[in-house]
């Protein structure tokens, strides 16, 4: 069945309740079903069909939301982008997947054309809707593509992830069994809707008449006003990247207020989550604390439940076992299964496996993650780390030649390296560059040249400049021994801020 | 306190924890601060601690959204407004 039917299955049992809420405004599922069919009549008239990719870009908000739903009720996909994204990464999305049209908020309309400089249509996604709008809601098979999620790329441009109705139904379903909530469930919203746990957020609540609440992103990492929403908006189901939760129980005094009662499962993915830290969050709430895996190509295709065995023994919280009907195994530098206790890369097979990469072949066999795990004795992994240079900030994946790709595109600079240093929380992405010969290069000119060509997740954390770089005997940029360099030739004006002490 | 004596505080406060300094001086009132990654979420949530310490302003969670953090000038605005 289709990811839009959720939605317009609620509507039709639950017109009455709320489906999206929030400060960026509310709907209940009436309306959200009514203005998703004004909206696909529109892009319709626009020229959109079945087949067609639609990229929209603006921040969160209801209105995104329903242009999501338009879109996939005229059996076409959509390609989210986020209001931060620069206009010029969107044009580039928009002709990578040779999009059929673009819908922003009206007050980006302009420049968007400006960058688009073509016949591609495009429109304002809010406008009022017709409530006589008669209902669409195409047919689609499981392998039609629902929406393409894209993610940094190792080869300096970003890289587009398809993903299918059959592969995200597969994965929501799952979520909906395992979490079984009902119509009086109220979602949080905290990832972006580019980032893949949205996905669970969003479709889990319209599978079962639930409420999602948006937190807008300005304040997904304010941890006072976060801490304070979950108790406000009585929140049942609570999905974020570790960092967030480790931000809003060390700087949002979240554990200082009895646990509220109405939550009742917290899910976290996307980096490992420190072991003192479960362990204070277990000791705060009786809700559920599920550890989730999957990269955006698999979607969730591994949980982990905490239980009295995390918060007794000193082990890393596992990843956990296969759920959402796929299968995974750890395969060894030789080629073969991991045995208990081996060290390999996990291999995931199954339904939520994404359909492939815009523009390239489709994807066939097992999905190889690039992450390295070590098989358990109950059947589940231990996560070790990248096999890659890809790094994750914040629980956002970066590659990082992509960002020294777009920094060396600066006129004044010569070369540039971007590692990640700390870890966790105060994982920060630290940019080395090296001017051109006889150039300076001031740090607000250059933030200015990457934030027109990366979205903001990618921009880095801290800019620092040398004379050149550290190379290995290959020739190829020594990364270990970067900071090292920075220190010796005293470039670093001040030093950065030491990570914060052990939790334990 | 005058608006000026708070912008070039806030400025002060910019320049020295993101930005190394500003050895260049490029940053003026209206550099836009989150669009080009100055101000990240986590550096959002330091700010707003240090507008409290610095001038007494709690910034309730509604203030917080991109329009009152555009950039030195905006952000201003805010402080004196809730002041």
Known sequence: MSLHRLAIDSAAREPGRPAVAGPTGDLCYAELDYAANALAHRLRAMGVAAGDRVVLWADKSPDFVVAMQAVLRLGAAYVPADGAVPVARVAAMARDCTAAAVLTSADRLAVLRDALGSLLPSADLAQEPDPEAAPVDAEVAPDDLAYILYTSGSTGAPKGVCISHGNARAFVDWAVKELGPGPQDRFANHAPFTFDLSVLDLYAAFAVGASVHLIPSELAYAPAQLAELIHQWRITVWYSVPSALTLLMRDGALLDRPAPEALRAVLFAGEPFPLPQVRALARWTGARLLNLYGPTETNVCLRHEVGPADVENDRPLPIGTPVSGDHAWAETPDGRPAAVGEVGELLVEGPTVMLGYWGVQPHQGPYRTGDLVRRLPDGSFEYLGRRDYMVKVRGHRVEPTEVETVLALHDDVAEAAVVVAGSGMDARLVAYVVPARGREVGVLGLRRHAAQRLPRYMLADEIHFLSQLPHNRNGKTDRAALTEAARAEAVVSHPTEQPHASER | ?83
């Open chain 2, 1 to 83: 306190m005058p608006d000026q004596e708070m912008t070039k505080r806030i400025a002060e406060y910019i320049r020295e924890k993101f930005l190394d300094g500003d050895p260049q001086g490029e940053l003026q009132d209206t550099s836009p601060l989150l669009e080009w990654g100055v101000l990240n979420s986590l550096r959002v949530a330091q700010l707003i601690g240090f507008l409290r310490e610095e001038f007494g302003v709690v910034v309730p969670p509604r203030e917080i959204h991109a329009d009152n953090l555009r950039d030195v000038r905006s952000i201003t605005a805010m402080v004196a407004r809730l002041a």
